[in-house]
C-alpha cells in the first residue's frame, strides 16, 4: 500500500534551516507528482511546495519562495524540503502528498517549530 512518512523536523531558532525528507513506498514514485503542505494550530491546510515528475518543474507558496527548496531523488524514492531563513510563522506540522487516480495520500507530518 502506499506510504508515505515524514521526518527531519524539530525545534529551531529563527533565521535557522531543516531539511525536512518524506521516504515514499507502494507505488512508483518517479512518475507522481508530489508536494509539501503545512497546518498551523487552528489554521487550514497549505500549499507549501510541489514538484512535477519528469521535468521536475518545481511551484511555491508566496510565503516562501526563496527560502525554501522542494526537490526529489527518485533512487531513494525520497522528495526533500530545504527550508532556510526560517519564520516563528513556519511554525506548523508538515506533510508531504501524493495523488494517485485521483485519490490523495498523505503522510504522518513532522512537527517544524521556529522559536527563540
Not at 518545481?58 to 532556510?84: E, H, P
Request: hydrophobic share 30%.
Amino acid at each position: 500500500q502506499v506510504q508515505l512518512v515524514e521526518s527531519g523536523g524539530g525545534l529551531v531558532q529563527p533565521g535557522g534551516s531543516l531539511r525536512l525528507s518524506c521516504v515514499a513506498s507502494g507505488f512508483t514514485f518517479s512518475i507522481y507528482g508530489m508536494s509539501w503542505h503545512r497546518q498551523a494550530a487552528g489554521n487550514e491546510r497549505e500549499l507549501v511546495a510541489s514538484i512535477t515528475s519528469g521535468t521536475g518543474n518545481t511551484n511555491y507558496a508566496d510565503s516562501v519562495k526563496g527560502r525554501f527548496t522542494i526537490s526529489r531523488d527518485n533512487a531513494k524514492n525520497t522528495l526533500y524540503l530545504q527550508m532556510n531563513s526560517l519564520k516563528p510563522e513556519d511554525t506548523a506540522v508538515y506533510y508531504c502528498k501524493t495523488k494517485i487516480w485521483g485519490r490523495n495520500y498523505w503522510g504522518q507530518g513532522t512537527q517544524v517549530t521556529v522559536s527563540s
